[in-house]
């Protein structure tokens, strides 16, 4: 089937550039801001794949790049589960913590740090968190990412966003259930090209079909596009029964939304960026 090539091929691709699980990579407060520099075009950087039952995974140098979640498959079906791509030790890694299920997550880093911003943080109950402008003194504009979920996923009630409203980010969410948590940070683009959000319910369409559709035409190396949404309800016994990926066909270089599930009903927004 389509969808097991595609969760196989991909976590074996998505891994690339990544140096693999680190012992002790502990999670650091991270309040400054990076001025750094951004290679023109915006460009892809490696990333790295994780998945229950692993440490954390060593995505790279971080005075070069900035990561962003990508990928969310499995079950989350307490307080305690989390992702999160975060900074330790002057390097990005991939982590997460899942006792339910077989959990895994994506990241993609790209190759920019300007105006990279401190992780901005949400739980349910809170109202949303502004991220701040939309675009920076001088014009340009900011584009935030999800850096971290986690949290009682068991349905629709369950989100976590991060959106564009008026002339600011904001980073938000709701939940009925418990722990539903998220992280985010925003970086200064040239551009934001375009966003993507699909909904997939009870494993339509037929075939084990996922449902995906692209990002980005084919051979377009100037865009990256990362999550920006999650919803809905995660629970199963491994990571087949639910999934929200932004993946690169690696004949075209493409990129692809997907979302699947066996499962009442989940939904993903994707943003792109130059």
Known sequence: ???????????????????GCVAGAVEEEDNGEETGVAEQPLGWIGGGAWQAGVGPIDMGDASDRTCFLTGIMGDFESGNEWVHAYIS?????????NTHGDARAMATCVSSTLGRSAEFSWSQGQGAVSLGSAT??????????????GGDFNGMSESVSVFRFVSHWYLSGGSSSTGVHARARCITVSSIA???????ELGVPAEDDPTYQLLTPANDF???????????????????????????NQDLEAQILSVWTTRSRIQGRATCVK
């Not at 089937?1 to 140096?19: C, P, Q, T, Y």
């Not at 030790?89 to 913590?97: A, F, I, Q, T």
């Not at 375009?194 to 997939?200: C, G, H, I």
């Not at 999550?227 to 690169?248: C, H, K, M």
């Open 89 to 97: 030790g002057g390097r990005w890694y991939l982590h997460g913590n």
């Open 194 to 200: 375009n966003q993507l959000t699909l909904a997939d």
């Open 136 to 149: 920076t003194s001088t014009g340009l504009p900011r584009a935030c990412f999800l850096t971290r979920m």
């Open 1 to 19: 089937m389509f969808k097991e090539f595609l969760i196989n091929g991909l976590l074996a691709f998505v891994a690339i550039g990544a140096s």
């Open 222 to 248: 100037d865009t990256q596009c990362m999550l920006t949404g999650i919803a809905g309800e995660f629970s199963g016994n491994n990571q087949e029964d639910q999934s929200i990926i932004v993946w690169r």
